[in-house]
């Protein structure tokens, strides 16, 4: 590897002066070099990154330490902790992918019009130049039709092209240094998967350093040459990739390894990290007996769906005349049809931009349907009157795929779950609402303690934890959930499938369950219905039989992507 370019020593970052959120953190990013940092929500990873680009949040400062840019053009080591060392730096020298897409860009803006006024910042280009460049960046990160996407705002495009134009904006300027703080989190393995070679051809060309901030381990060992384990704030273990992945030494590493579901067996329960530090030997893990796994399907279908969608298609309006009247449509959804039973849980998957999230949001209510047919319980939601739409809404309920913009951040998250439960209990007093809502805070391995913070003062992961509180709150019937532990680490993500499988089997509710990640799932699915680039149904079955014997290439594609 080349030179170091980033020099990060002793850093410790605090938000109160007696106490350090992150202690003693030192390593080197060198030219052509990735560093892979790993950690469970809430450990520091994010932190130290924006601590590199200046970007801490209100109240965080950097207590001890240093963070040093060696700049290749004038010889200089920069210390990037002071702010007026960081103009010509941040977004040029030193770019991030944030793990928040859609926090990150500016909802005013257009997504083209966002990439060019960085390139015309730093690089002092015209604007025509700098137009043909995004649409190249664009082309680059595979977005599709470039053209369209330049002119739309960041809310009418998905998660997974979000994220997509971000990392667009932060290769723009050939950065030296390129920080990637979950920058694949929002992406299906396909998508993934060409991101991941993208970024290590643009580091091969440019010879740029990376950070790739992740909780995969798989994306981790196929990305990284070094790796850092962090937990609570410090540094457990670091060392080559071959190293950590191969003979891990600290047992919360062996720990974190263990987590991540794997696909060539289903257990009854997913182990947790601190089942592993409690047991290091893991002979507590139970696979389970797939007789019982049959007998349960045999239950499941012998009853009449609970849900039936029926030739379901939803167009957006594409192309308008002079008149304003729309000559053509994009068809996100395209004649999809399928049934949930009682108890099962259904997994959609597909690319990025299949229509997977738009059939949820069509499914409850917060999507207009083109043509076709969503019948819950043997009655068709085309015919609801208010009571019914009122009583729908609480039995159906979705887990959103961005935490942070779908809670309010002027609410405590303890009134934001609160606040559904007081809608429909106006009997419950005070102090009993408060319990009911620190109950569910547990039941998603957060605090009671957190009841009083607000949205801004959490982790991704956590506020991904907040709102799946909130969604349980109603004790619904039918839940979908739309990549609803894809922002979580793999010990909070077992921990929190661990409590939905837990819920389905107390309480005998139905999910649909959309994902890139085809190990979750395996895991938490009965059936799977795989949708094709054009939101049309592509394969419908069991999900070990279609992983094991898929009948689509396409399918066959999305499996031969997952990271190892």
């Known amino acids: 590897m080349g030179e170091v370019i980033l020099k990060v020593t002793n850093l410790s970052i605090g938000f109160s002066p007696n106490f350090d959120v992150v202690q003693n953190i030192s390593f080197d990013v060198k030219k052509g070099e990735t560093i892979g940092i790993v950690g469970e929500s809430g450990s520091g990873k994010s932190i130290t990154s924006l601590a590199i680009m200046g970007l801490l949040p209100n109240g965080g400062f950097i207590s001890k330490g240093n963070i040093q840019y ?110 990637a703080d979950e920058p694949t989190t929002a992406l299906d393995v396909t998508v993934q998967k060409n991101i991941l070679n993208l970024l290590k051809e643009i580091q091969t060309q440019r010879n740029m350093g990376m950070i790739f ?119 996100a959804v395209n004649e999809v ?92 007093t005070e102090n009993e609402l408060k319990q009911k809502v620190e109950y569910l805070l547990q039941k998603v391995g957060l605090l009671p303690e957190h009841y009083n913070r607000y949205p801004h003062e959490f982790s991704g992961g956590q506020r991904q934890r907040i709102s799946i509180a909130r969604t349980l709150a109603l004790e619904p019937k039918f839940i979908i959930c739309d990549e ?10 077992a921990q929190v499938l661990n409590v939905l499988s837990d819920l389905k089997k107390d309480f005998g509710l139905s999910y649909i369950f959309i994902s890139h990640d085809l190990s979750v799932i395996k895991y938490m699915c009965d059936r799977m219905v795989v949708l094709n680039k054009n939101g049309e149904l592509e394969e419908v079955g069991e999900c070990d039989a279609i992983y094991a014997n898929p009948s689509s290439q396409y399918t066959q594609k999305l499996i031969n992507s997952i990271p190892v």
């Not at 960046?137 to 495009?157: N, S, W």
């Not at 901030?213 to 670091?238: F, P, R, Y």
Request: aromatic content about 10%; some cysteine.
């Open 337 to 428: 049809s399928f049934e949930v039973y009682p108890g099962e849980t259904l997994g959609l998957i597909g690319e990025s931009g299949c229509g997977k999230t738009t059939i949820g949001r069509a499914i409850v209510g917060l999507q207009e349907i083109t043509h076709g047919n969503i019948i819950f319980k043997d009655k068709n939601i085309k015919d609801f009157n208010v009571q019914d739409w009122k009583d729908y809404r609480k039995s159906v309920q979705i887990i959103f795929q961005d935490p942070y913009s779908s809670l309010n951040p002027r609410l405590n998250i303890g009134k934001a779950i609160q606040e559904p439960i007081a809608f429909y209990n106006k009997n419950l």
């Open 484 to 493: 609803s532990v894809s922002a979580l680490d793999v010990s909070v993500q």
């Open 70 to 179: 060696f700049s290749l053009y004038n010889q200089l080591w920069l210390d990037c902790s002071v702010a007026q060392n960081l103009i010509g730096i941040r977004g040029k020298k030193i770019a991030m992918i944030f793990q928040e897409p859609m926090t990150a860009l500016n909802p005013v803006f257009t997504c083209g019009y966002q990439v060019s006024e960085m390139l015309i910042t730093h690089l002092k280009i015209s604007a025509i130049e700098a137009k043909k460049i995004t649409l190249d960046l664009f082309k680059e990160v595979k977005l599709p039709r470039v053209e369209e996407i330049y002119d739309k705002y960041p809310h009418q495009i998905s998660g997974g092209q979000k994220q997509r134009v971000m990392i667009a904006m932060a290769i723009s300027c050939n950065p030296d240094v390129l920080i």
């Open 213 to 331: 901030i992740s909780h995969d381990l798989g994306i981790i060992k196929n990305i990284a040459n070094q790796v850092l384990v962090m937990q609570k704030g410090t540094v457990v273990e670091k060392g080559t990739t071959s190293e950590i992945f191969n003979n891990p030494q600290h047992v919360y590493t062996k720990a974190l390894i263990s987590c991540k579901p794997p696909l060539d067996k289903r257990f009854e329960q997913l182990p947790i990290v601190q089942d592993f530090i409690n047991n290091p030997s893991g002979d507590f893990i139970r696979e389970s007996n797939p007789q019982n796994r049959i007998l349960q399907h045999q239950k499941i279908y012998q009853a009449s769906p609970i849900l039936q969608v029926q030739n379901l298609s939803v167009y957006y309006p594409n192309q308008t005349n002079f008149w304003g009247k729309t000559t053509s449509f994009v068809k």
